[in-house]
């Protein structure tokens, strides 16, 4: 099984990057034959017009991913970028690829819904993803359940691709990532920075303490019981507390008679104590900035001798040839 999925470095990590998704990705370097990740800087463009920015984030995406236990021994991390293969298999699937399949694609609608400009790269954002995919013949890719669409989209241009000019491309499947476990924002809304309501998973242990004791609560009288799941509080504190812990504030709500200032202090020191190992092994990471640029050259390296094979053999199944 060969395991593929990006990230995009479009700012730092928060919990719901975190639990909703990266975690799973480490596990998965575990089980599978091989493991590609990357820091998607090409997907990025669509959003940070900054220089420097967009390097400085995608250096600390890297610098996150191994802090929080992608291990380069296992998986091939690198940065999108240093695999040029990709883009210029992304213009082989683009001359294929229906105008129609792109317009229905339901992010690309989102997008927009929110103001973004409707450029060129938001709209054919898909098929650089299907390139993404389909250039290191990647069997499974890790996604959210709103994500399985660019899968069914990544498919159907390898199909067609197939259908015209023979089988070349492996047809990936999707597997669709743990969302059980929900993750609300400081607002109660879904954790996302589009809107301004994330916890950092690498933030200094004093600010967050601050943002957690600033999370609005509902107004209900301190003495009357509230069954706890679907309150904010509650829904962070079992991402991060031990289940003993989580067990004793479960019967704290229900029985009432508690103050939500004695719950946001429990949370926030039961999140300095998670945290607290891999914000140590960051700040490690972060001190050899040379290594890590290593470890992304190594793992480009690896990564351009995969795509440069499926993309030699989708030229020749194209009819083009190199002098």
């Not at 898909?126 to 890719?141: E, F, G, M, R, S």
């Not at 929900?182 to 967050?208: C, H, W």
Request: net charge negative; proline share 4%.
């Amino acid at each position: 099984m060969r395991v593929l999925s990006g990230i995009q470095p479009t700012g730092p990590f928060h919990w719901g990057n975190y639990f909703g998704a990266i975690s799973q990705y480490i596990e998965l370097q575990d089980v599978a034959d091989e493991a590609y990740y990357f820091i998607a800087n090409l997907h990025a463009l669509t959003t940070v017009r900054d220089k420097e920015l967009l390097q400085q984030y995608t250096l600390d995406g890297a610098i996150d991913l191994l802090a929080l236990g992608l291990n380069p021994d296992k998986a091939v991390l690198f940065v999108q970028s240093d695999v040029p293969e990709v883009s210029e298999l992304c213009w082989l699937l683009m001359t294929g690829t229906p105008m129609g399949l792109l317009e229905r694609c339901v992010s690309y609608k989102d997008k927009l819904a929110k103001g973004l400009k409707a450029d060129a790269g938001l709209f054919t954002y898909p098929v650089l993803q299907a390139a993404d995919i389909l250039a290191y013949d990647a069997d499974v890719v890790p996604v959210g359940e709103d994500q399985l669409q660019h899968i069914e989209v990544c498919r159907d241009i390898a199909g067609s691709f197939n259908h015209h000019f023979g089988e070349t491309f492996t047809m990936p499947k999707g597997k669709v990532l743990d969302q059980s476990a929900r993750v609300p924002g400081i607002d109660g809304e879904k954790m996302s920075k589009s809107y301004g309501n994330t916890l950092a998973v690498f933030d200094d242990a004093k600010r967050q303490r601050k943002q957690i004791m600033r999370i609005q609560t509902d107004s209900r009288p301190m003495d009357e019981a509230k069954e706890p799941d679907g309150d904010v509080l509650y829904d962070l504190l079992k991402l991060v507390a031990p289940q003993e812990q989580v067990d004793e504030i479960a019967a704290l709500y229900r029985r009432g008679g508690f103050g939500y200032g004695d719950i946001k202090k429990a949370l926030a020191e039961a999140a300095e104590n998670y945290w607290a190992e891999v914000r140590e092994k960051r700040a490690g990471l972060a001190a050899k900035p040379d290594y890590v640029k290593d470890v992304l050259a190594a793992g480009a390296k690896k990564a351009r001798a995969k795509a440069a094979g499926v993309l030699e053999r989708a030229q020749a199944a194209a009819g083009l040839y190199r002098s």
